[in-house]
């Protein structure tokens, strides 16, 4: 697989496209820096072109029988199911995620497609009687037509099951633009939706830069817009999205804060911390970057972690035996490192450097930063306050549990925050005070189950609606109520009063 060169292609109204406007990005594998395919970046025309494909598709697939469209739903979970290995793959070689994580980014999908099909019990809505003389009242969660989403380089399975199974399960059509970085799960996903039959323009792919999500806003056959990305882009999206009157789901940057009590379960702190500070190599919006640790155990903490992150191993994404994988691409890498010089700059002491690493011949040109700790860092500083997306942990000093939630409060950012200890009181005010959207007690990951929704808030979230869960039904559908007056066929509606005052304040605007 990983030999052959890879062509990505737009999908667009049942079809595979080469077309674009002419130009092409190399697609290259992280672990060795070797370009193995191409992706295009389309333009403007092409962008309308597929989010018209989606409007025509749209009044049939919404008019569709809901059974008929969750038999679509449980066919994309099988097939998900059935192709695990190869959709893994396929993350392991342009996004460098090692091949576990890969697994469990494509199981973690199952799960939400499991969620996903529960759509009609989600749906349902509600019937006020007798509000006046003969009337009723109802709401229905309507579908309102054509959506488009933008997926990060990082979760490229995560973010397709967040959006298309809840958009189109809900009577919706879709665009997605998955990241020109790793463009290749959608390749083979969008090939799947072909194969279980999905019907034409349900579903388009269009590869690009911004180019291709700024034809969206001014579009009439565009309803909402929802991404998963970097808070500067969350905004600019949500001030287009507002000049076109879109709605707009939009999951920003983070900066993640880990809180390590007195009495905190060492062996699994240390565990949680290698998971959750460099898995995906720190790519992850919930990734573990500021550590606060209390005067009790900071000295033995400090030496566990050191002595545990040098024991990580770096390598080729694809292998099983190494630990940590590649960043994403050689600006990544050097932004990482610029940051790395950043906090020596601040006066940050660089406990363990993670640049130049030790690795295998066949990796030497891939994009390699080892696991980086720096102590003795202040919340003031930019590597405590800026997000590095990559494997460097920033450790802080705290007096108590409130020094911990200030800091955490005082942050622009607000995605997620874990406490490690095993203290009811601690654990509940902190559940309470954390001044984020998602909180874990002695876990690394703070990621909820899909039955639930995932998103933080202040600048790690513009808007309202978060993915998953309830929040995800309520961003891809319309209340819509209808004001109903049952009249006697017979003619004979003696009940029906047009002097009633509740009549009349029923039908008044």
Not at 177 to 192: D, H, R
Not at 239 to 268: I, T
Request: net charge negative; glycine share 10%.
């Amino acid at each position: 697989m990983n030999a052959q060169y890879i062509k990505i292609k737009n999908h667009i109204d049942g079809e595979w496209l080469e077309t674009s406007n002419g130009e092409y990005e190399p697609l290259r594998n992280p672990s060795t820096g070797a370009v193995i395919g191409e992706v295009p970046i389309s333009c403007q025309e092409i962008s309308r072109q597929a989010t018209a494909a989606a409007a025509a598709a749209y009044p049939a697939w919404s008019s569709l029988p809901l059974p008929k469209r969750m038999d679509y739903i449980f066919k994309i979970h099988r097939a998900v199911e059935d192709n695990l290995e190869m959709l893994a793959q396929a993350i392991a070689i342009d996004q460098a995620k090692h091949i576990a994580e890969a697994r469990g980014e494509v199981s973690r999908v199952i799960e939400i497609l499991q969620m996903a099909c529960s759509i009609p019990a989600l749906i349902q809505g509600e019937t006020v009687q007798g509000i006046a003389n003969n009337i009723n009242g109802r709401l229905i969660k309507a579908p309102l037509g054509v959506f488009c989403g933008v997926a990060p380089f990082n979760f490229p399975a995560l973010v397709f099951g967040w959006f298309i199974p809840f958009a189109i399960g809900t009577g919706n059509t879709f665009v997605y633009k998955p990241s020109t970085e790793s463009p290749l799960f959608m390749q083979k996903m969008m090939q799947l939706l072909v194969n279980i039959g999905l019907p034409k323009g349900v579903v388009n792919v269009v590869h690009g830069d911004r180019e291709v999500v700024e034809a969206w806003y001014e579009d009439n056959n565009v309803n909402g817009v929802c991404l998963v990305g970097s808070t500067p882009t969350a905004k600019a999206i949500a001030e287009g999205c507002g000049r076109g009157g879109k709605k707009a789901m939009l999951l920003g940057g983070a900066k993640n804060f880990l809180v390590a009590m007195e009495d905190a379960p060492m062996d699994l702190l240390i565990d949680n911390i290698l998971m959750s500070g460099y898995g995906s190599a720190g790519q992850r919006c919930l990734a573990i970057s500021n550590i606060a640790v209390v005067p009790e155990i900071y000295d033995e903490f400090v030496a566990r972690l050191l002595e545990a992150s040098r024991k990580v191993t770096l390598g080729d994404a694809l292998n099983p035996d190494i630990f940590m994988g590649p960043v994403i691409s050689s600006a990544a890498k050097e932004r990482i490192l610029n940051y790395i010089d950043i906090g020596q700059e601040e006066g940050a002491t660089l406990a363990l450097d993670g640049r130049n690493p030790k690795l295998p011949a066949e990796n030497h040109d891939g994009y390699f930063v080892a696991p980086t700790v720096f102590t003795d860092v202040t919340p003031c500083m930019r590597i405590a306050k800026e997000e590095i997306f990559g494997p460097v942990l920033s450790i802080i000093k705290v007096g108590c549990i409130d020094g911990a939630l200030r800091m955490i409060r005082n942050h622009d950012m607000g995605n997620g925050a874990c406490i490690f200890t095993q203290n009811s009181y601690y654990t509940e005010k902190f559940i309470n005070e954390a001044d984020v959207g998602m909180v874990g007690v002695n876990v690394g990951v703070c990621a909820p189950h899909p039955y639930l929704p995932f998103g933080g808030i202040k600048g790690s979230l513009v808007g309202n609606n978060k993915v998953q869960g309830k929040d995800a039904i309520d961003f891809f559908t319309q209340s819509k109520v209808a004001t109903v007056r049952v009249v006697n066929p017979k003619g004979n509606n003696a009940a029906a009063k047009p002097a009633d005052a509740n009549v009349r304040s029923c039908v008044a605007s």
